[in-house]
């Protein structure tokens, strides 16, 4: 009898699990979204993988890696409180529709300037910059979609399914774009590049719902103005945001270094440096796995401060990995740590905003992503000066030591803040 009793608890334990790590998926909206989600990140993914690879072949050097990754990071920085205050005036749906659709056209027109072997380093700057303007309104449309599709308590579990969706596609995407460069050529990844954000802009057509802007009486200055002042005087918020300027700057931004490692240090070619990115997607895939099934976890500020240190430490570990195997097993934890963090990022930040101003604030979250080729530029400027390894380990020590030190003020003022 006690037997059975346990058995049955056992698994009705089980099967709530289940539930909570499907429950954004029993939303129809959502499941469309998160397809579309998955191939917009394929795209994000090769072009970061291509174009680095792109800039060393031209150049040689990774400050030049890093330069041209900046110039993105300084458009999605200048654009970003922009592209928050367009998705709190416009529809958030047909944002999104544009912002794929002309991501598609940029990656065909660099492919068409490849295959007629006129690609020159202006070329890929300028894609920077197109492509930096248009994820300033793509990370916000996206995200403020998502809350009014699963509403607060599903949250967490909806921003961490749809990492798991990017880094699912990343993992494809990179092995793909590794491959596409060394037997066939960049081109092609680019190609590729285009035809999954023009699909991603096709699954977004199935998504129903209403995703107008509850707030059009301000004037577009003023509604700047107002987010601005909004993100200033909530104090949360402010930490928050003040935090992914750092996360960004010396956390992601080891993205932007990997096709340098590849060649330069680890010398395993475009098809290693697919194997080093699908390797981090597939730590990716599992943490957000993990974060997904916990529902709505109460100690979200205690789980930042968490993956933001295992972030900083696997960084610094990958930074001085001398052997490729090595090399694997640190980026899959480094895209665990940095994965799960951003998913617990976002929820905050959406929990801690009011629904007339939350794309603004996430507009200001998005203007935080570019300083991840910006942190690339200042990692690439240290390796041209002295060595790829000791700039992407800073970086990993600069986290460590700023968490270290802030973790019971993030506690103070977000945990308690969190409604």
């Given at each position: 009898?006690l037997?059975?009793k346990?058995?049955?608890?056992s ?6 699990r ?16 998160w ?12 072009d970061?993988?291509a174009?680095g690879?792109l800039?060393?072949e ?7 890696v ?33 912002v ?19 690609l ?27 809350y ?33 460069i060394?037997?066939?050529?960049v081109?092609?990844a ?9 699909f ?7 998504v ?24 200033y005087e ?20 080891f ?8 060649r ?5 070619g475009?098809?290693?440096?697919g ?8 730590g ?46 640190f ?7 940095l994965m799960?963090?951003?998913?617990i ?7 801690l ?36 390894p ?6 990993g020590?600069?986290i ?5 030190s ?14």
């Open positions: 009898m037997s059975n346990y058995t049955n608890g698994h009705s334990r089980k099967q709530a289940i539930s909570r790590l499907f429950s954004a998926m029993s939303n129809r909206n959502y499941r469309f979204y397809v579309g989600a998955g191939f917009s990140s394929m795209s994000i993914g090769i970061m993988l174009r690879w800039v060393l031209l150049t040689n050097d990774p400050f030049w890093g330069l041209i990754a900046g110039l993105g990071g300084l458009a999605q920085v200048g654009f970003g409180l922009f592209g928050g205050v367009l998705v709190d005036r416009l529809n958030k749906r047909r944002v999104l529709l544009w794929q659709a002309l991501s598609g056209l940029v990656a065909i027109a660099i492919g068409l300037v490849i295959f007629f072997d006129t020159t380093l202006w070329h890929l700057a300028l894609s920077a910059v197109l492509q930096g303007m248009l994820m300033a309104a793509r990370l916000p449309a996206g995200n403020s979609m998502i009014t599709m699963v509403g607060r308590k599903v949250i967490l579990n909806a921003l961490a399914s749809q990492l798991l969706a990017f880094n699912l596609s990343r993992i494809f995407g990179s092995l793909l774009a590794g491959t596409a060394d037997d066939f050529g081109g092609y680019y190609v590729f590049m285009a035809a999954s954000s023009w991603s802009a096709f699954m977004i057509l199935f129903n719902g209403d995703y107008r802007s509850e707030g059009r009486g301000e004037t577009f200055w003023q509604s700047a103005k107002v987010g601005l002042s909004y993100a909530n104090r949360p918020i402010r930490v928050l945001l003040l935090m992914s300027v750092l996360m960004e700057l010396f956390g992601f931004s993205n932007v270094m990997l096709p340098v490692m590849a330069d240090v680890l010398g395993v475009a098809t290693g440096l194997y080093l990115s699908a390797a981090a997607a597939f990716a895939t599992v943490s957000t796995i993990t974060v997904a099934g916990l529902g709505d976890f109460r100690e979200k500020a205690n789980l930042l401060i968490f993956t933001a240190l295992a972030a900083g430490i696997s960084i610094s570990l990958f930074a001085f990995s001398p052997w490729f195997l090595l090399s694997l097993v980026s899959a934890m480094v895209g665990a740590a799960s963090y951003d998913a990022m976002g929820a905050l930040l959406q929990l905003s009011t629904d007339e101003i939350r794309g603004r604030v996430l507009g200001l979250y998005g203007l935080t992503f570019g300083f991840t080729p910006l942190g690339g530029f200042i990692v690439g400027t240290i390796a041209s000066l002295f060595s790829a000791l700039a992407v380990g800073l970086g020590l600069v460590v030591t700023y968490i270290v802030v973790q019971g003020f993030i506690k103070r003022t977000v945990q308690k803040a969190v409604p």
